[in-house]
């Protein structure tokens, strides 16, 4: 194995102070928690601070293309901000998915440098129109086809952050095979219907095209390989984020341990919770080292990337679910109320560990990718 | 001289090919190239403790040979820093050389079958000879177990319980033990597995001369931590290629044989691929933490995730196998073996056994419960277990 640096960079840590201040004054939870029933359900001036000010849109894009010239590692620190915080962004989406969508066609298409100029200075929001739960082993969707005039119809369910989206990467098939259409978000004919989201702080929007008109960016091997790079960093900077959700899920829970009396001692004293405890926290730690391993590969275009990110999700998400599922029940009926943010945090869990394929889904990947075959 | 010069002359002086192999290792010892972090004249050169390796590389590319450290593990790791620490000069001398050479094997006689997460709770007792005259005899009585190499060992360091009459932590006191003294007994202790790997001491009217006592009387706890400091240190290991563990056998039995293969065993195979890796990539970035000088907490979860493991997969192995799985490891012998090993090999032995000896791996060198506690109270941060037994006489203590 190459000795693939798993540590944060001290650059790393002072870009993760600088997200987690501006997230902490501007994104506590309760203001999540208030914003997230309402009709604006992202925090669009939050998104434009961390994204343009911050320039956290701009980090792994390249600087010839207006980026910071950083990699998805930085990208990755980022998302395990946004994922403590729960925050109502769409950095995942658009930062990391569509912007890896392009950086991958490169200027080999039309459009992509000012695309990604435009991205890096968070002046768009890009979301590819894909299933939140799309995998990056599947195949090429078929969902949206073009008719004889270049023109695309169909339906695509469950599209997270769209609803926010000023662009669509839309993956659809041509006469002549796969492509990838730029379509602006209020083009006429597509019809974006919000639905009501398990996942709270990531809304997700079903949808309908009849016969909007798009620019192709991208057609064949290009327009697949792109869509299955956007799907596998999406999955790698993904697991960065579950690592966040699940150390806020084990801080919340080890505080309300340490405070919380009954029978007259701490609740924390009880082995029958301490050692779950100790057990998450352990779970953890190694969650960091896999999250940052499947960062690091990406970022490093290293061979061993698939491994890395089929890893990830099979870990991470498990990691994610379990501490948000422990926070629930360590802080008992106080955790089940919907003025605590235990929820929130579960939900986004829940939906995490579907987004971008199931754990099960990674095992099978990996089954393939290092040899232990199906029976 | 600088290290280099000290091998060359070594080398020059004692030719590996034609000396023999204890003169050898004395001959090492004696010129500092033994341990070079330990003092001069102790085996040492007081040198930084990294430089050893070179010294290592150097004599095993030249042919020497080595004190065969796996069979001298416990005086290596435990009972040296012990010594260094606390012994008087006098037993420095005497004890560290054959220690280091081999001549002379330790063990620990530690546990008891009353005492083994409450260590300090051991009740064998060392009295007096003569009532409480300062360096007299100590007559010692009691029962230790857990003992790996009693039967092979010339000392031991023993902790014994001094005064009754005072909390249990403060009534210990540390010595060295003579395994050949005719009141020390060692039976063989057959493990679950079959084999006896550890033994039984039985200490009745053991003699031990004051002058074989580590550090003062009552301060046998204080001197102890120094020795189980040693032993998690020891407890690291060293980096692991990708499938290196038990995992890897399992991973090579799926792939040959296909007729094993089910849908459920293939998604279980998978999530113990992915804990084994997940394990793995955490000792890996802990190395990269302790490189950096940073060590973290990380290591004490290390032997939790490794025993979870180890016993998870290796309890799936014989289920995979089936029928096979009935059978046990050296069932071509028609019977349980009663070997003696001194070493645990994993990847040598059949299923069975490695499904069996993996249930010491939660239990052996702290059982994964205490881990948990210490993990939540010194990591976390976690209330401290509530402690009946702190201000109370031992001998007062419910037994």
């Given at each position: 194995?190459?000795?693939?640096?798993l540590l944060?960079?001290?650059?790393?840590?002072d870009l993760?102070a600088?997200?987690?201040?501006?997230?902490?004054?501007?994104?506590p939870?309760?203001?999540?928690?208030a914003?997230?029933?309402t009709?604006?359900?992202y925090?669009?001036?939050?998104?434009?601070?961390l994204?343009?000010?911050?320039g956290?849109a701009?980090?792994?894009?390249?600087?010839?293309?207006?980026?910071?010239?950083a990699?998805?590692r930085?990208?990755?620190?980022v998302a395990?901000?946004?994922?403590?915080a729960?925050a109502?962004?769409p950095?995942?989406?658009?930062?990391?998915?569509?912007?890896?969508?392009?950086?991958a066609?490169?200027?080999?298409?039309?459009?992509?440098?000012?695309?990604?100029?435009?991205?890096a200075a968070?002046?768009?929001?890009?979301?590819?129109?894909?299933p939140f739960?799309?995998?990056?082993d599947?195949?090429?969707?078929e969902?949206?086809?073009?008719d004889?005039?270049g023109r695309?119809?169909?339906?695509v369910?469950?599209?997270?952050?769209s609803?926010v989206?000023?662009?669509?990467?839309?993956?659809?098939v041509t006469e002549?095979?796969?492509?990838?259409?730029?379509?602006?978000?209020?083009?006429?004919?597509?019809?974006?219907?919000?639905?009501?989201?398990?996942?709270?702080?990531r809304?997700?929007a079903?949808l309908a095209?009849?016969g909007?008109?798009?620019?192709?960016l991208?057609s064949?091997?290009?327009a697949v390989?792109?869509?299955?790079?956007?799907?596998?960093?999406?999955a790698?900077?993904l697991?960065?984020?579950q690592?966040?959700?699940?150390?806020?899920?084990l801080e919340?829970?080890?505080g309300?341990?340490?405070t919380?009396?009954q029978?007259?001692?701490?609740?924390?004293s009880?082995?029958?919770?301490k050692?779950?405890?100790a057990?998450?926290?352990?779970?953890?730690?190694?969650?960091?080292a896999?999250?940052?391993?499947a960062?690091?590969?990406?970022?490093?275009d290293?061979?061993?990337?698939?491994?890395a990110?089929a890893?990830?999700?099979?870990?991470c998400?498990?990691?994610?679910?379990?501490a948000?599922?422990?926070c629930?029940q360590?802080?008992?009926?106080?955790g089940?109320?919907?003025e605590?943010p235990a929820?929130l945090?579960l939900k986004?869990a829940?939906?995490?560990?579907?987004?971008?394929?199931?754990?099960?889904r990674?095992?099978?990947?990996?089954?393939?990718?290092?040899?232990?075959?199906a029976? | 001289m600088?290290?280099?010069e000290?091998?060359?002359?070594?080398?020059?002086?004692h030719d590996?090919?034609s000396?023999?192999?204890?003169?050898?290792?004395?001959a090492?010892?004696?010129?500092?190239?033994a341990?070079?972090h330990?003092p001069?004249?102790l085996?040492?050169?007081?040198?930084?403790?990294?430089?050893q390796?070179?010294?290592?590389e150097?004599l095993?590319?030249?042919?020497?040979?080595?004190?065969?450290?796996?069979?001298?593990?416990?005086?290596l790791g435990m009972?040296?820093?012990?010594?260094l620490?606390?012994?008087?000069?006098?037993?420095?001398?005497?004890?560290l050389?054959p220690?280091w050479?081999?001549?002379e094997v330790?063990?620990?006689l530690f546990?008891?079958?009353?005492?083994?997460?409450d260590l300090a709770?051991?009740a064998t007792k060392?009295?007096?000879?003569?009532?409480?005259?300062?360096?007299s005899?100590?007559?010692v009585?009691?029962?230790?177990v857990?003992?790996?190499m009693?039967?092979?060992?010339r000392?031991?360091?023993?902790?014994?319980?001094t005064?009754?009459?005072v909390?249990?932590?403060?009534?210990?006191?540390y010595?060295?033990?003579d395994?050949?003294?005719p009141g020390?007994?060692?039976?063989p202790?057959?493990?679950?597995t079959?084999?006896?790997?550890f033994?039984?001491v039985f200490l009745?009217?053991v003699r031990?001369?004051d002058?074989h006592r580590l550090?003062?009387?009552?301060?046998?706890w204080?001197?102890?931590?120094?020795?189980?400091?040693?032993?998690r240190?020891a407890?690291g290991?060293?980096?692991?290629?990708?499938e290196?563990?038990?995992i890897?056998v399992v991973?090579?039995?799926?792939r040959?044989?296909?007729e094993l293969?089910t849908?459920?065993?293939?998604?279980?195979?998978?999530?113990?691929?992915v804990?084994?890796?997940?394990?793995?990539?955490?000792?890996t970035r802990?190395?990269?933490q302790?490189a950096?000088?940073h060590p973290?907490?990380e290591?004490s979860?290390?032997?939790?995730a490794f025993?979870r493991l180890?016993q998870e997969?290796?309890?799936?192995?014989?289920d995979?196998?089936?029928?096979?799985?009935l059978?046990?490891?050296?069932?071509?012998?028609?019977?349980?073996t009663?070997?003696?090993?001194t070493?645990?090999?994993f990847?040598?032995?059949?299923?069975?056994y490695?499904y069996?000896r993996a249930?010491?791996?939660?239990?052996e060198?702290g059982?994964?419960?205490?881990?948990?506690?210490i993990?939540?109270e010194?990591?976390?941060?976690?209330?401290?277990?509530i402690r009946v037994?702190?201000?109370?006489?031992w001998?007062?203590?419910a037994q």
């Open positions: 194995m190459s000795p693939v640096a944060y960079s001290e650059v790393e840590d993760r600088s997200v987690r201040a501006l997230l902490a004054d501007r994104s939870w309760n203001a999540v928690l914003r997230c029933e009709d604006q359900p925090d669009t001036a939050l998104w434009k601070s994204a343009a000010d911050l956290c701009s980090l792994a894009i390249p600087e010839k293309f207006g980026g910071a010239g990699s998805w930085e990208a990755a620190v395990e901000e946004v994922g403590r729960v109502p962004v950095f995942l989406t658009s930062s990391v998915m569509a912007t890896a969508a392009v950086l066609l490169g200027e080999a298409a039309a459009d992509a440098g000012e695309l990604l100029d435009r991205l968070g002046r768009v929001t890009v979301v590819l129109a894909v739960s799309y995998a990056p599947a195949a090429f969707p969902a949206v086809r073009t004889e005039a695309l119809s169909g339906a369910r469950s599209v997270a952050d609803s989206a000023d662009l669509l990467l839309v993956p659809a002549d095979g796969p492509a990838l259409f730029v379509v602006e978000a209020d083009a006429e004919g597509l019809k974006r219907d919000g639905v009501t989201s398990l996942d709270l702080t809304p997700l079903d095209f009849a909007v008109g798009g620019r192709q991208a064949g091997d290009a390989a792109a869509l299955s790079h956007a799907l596998r960093v999406g790698a900077v697991a960065s984020e690592l966040g959700i699940a150390e806020a899920c919340l829970s080890v309300y341990l340490k919380r009396h029978f007259g001692r701490l609740i924390g009880y082995q029958g919770l050692h779950r405890a057990d998450l926290w352990a779970s953890v730690a190694q969650a960091r896999v999250a940052r391993y960062a690091a590969c990406v970022a490093d290293d061979s061993d990337a698939p491994v990110v890893l990830a999700q099979a870990y998400s498990g990691v994610a679910v379990r948000a599922e422990e629930v360590f802080h008992g009926g106080i089940f109320t919907w605590h929820h945090y986004r829940k939906s995490a560990s579907i987004a971008l394929g199931t754990a099960a990674h095992r099978a990947a990996l089954g393939q990718l290092v040899d232990l075959p029976a | 600088s290290l280099h000290r091998i060359k002359a070594l080398l020059e002086e590996p090919a000396t023999p192999r204890t003169e050898f290792l004395r090492r010892f004696d010129a500092g190239l341990w070079v330990f001069v004249g085996g040492g050169l007081d040198a930084p403790r990294e430089q390796r070179i010294v290592d150097a095993a590319a030249a042919g020497a040979p080595d004190n065969d450290p796996y069979r001298i593990g416990i005086g009972a040296a820093p012990t010594i620490a606390h012994g008087t000069d006098e037993q420095r001398r005497r004890f050389r220690l050479t081999g001549e330790w063990c620990q546990s008891e079958p009353g005492a083994g997460s709770g051991l060392a009295v007096r000879e003569d009532g409480s005259d300062e360096g005899d100590w007559i009585t009691g029962q230790k857990w003992t790996s009693a039967h092979e060992a000392w031991a360091i023993l902790i014994a319980r005064d009754p009459s909390p249990k932590h403060k009534g210990l006191t010595f060295v033990c395994m050949t003294d020390v007994e060692v039976r202790l057959r493990q679950l079959g084999e006896a790997e033994n039984e009745t009217g031990i001369p002058a550090g003062p009387v009552g301060a046998g204080a001197v102890a931590q120094t020795t189980l400091m040693n032993e240190v407890i290991g060293g980096a692991q290629p990708r290196g563990g038990v890897g991973a090579q039995a799926w040959e044989r296909p293969r849908a459920a065993a293939h998604d279980a195979l998978l999530d113990l691929w804990q084994a890796e997940a394990a793995r990539l955490t000792a802990l190395r990269q302790l950096a000088g973290g907490p290591g979860a290390a032997k939790l025993a180890n997969i290796s309890g799936f192995e014989v995979l196998l089936g029928e096979e799985g059978r046990y490891d050296d069932w071509s012998s028609d019977r349980w009663t070997d003696r090993p070493t645990v090999d990847a040598g032995r059949g299923a069975g490695r069996l249930k010491g791996n939660s239990i060198g059982t994964s419960e205490i881990l948990r506690n993990i939540a010194r990591v976390l941060g976690l209330p401290p277990e037994d702190k201000d109370v006489p001998k007062d203590l």
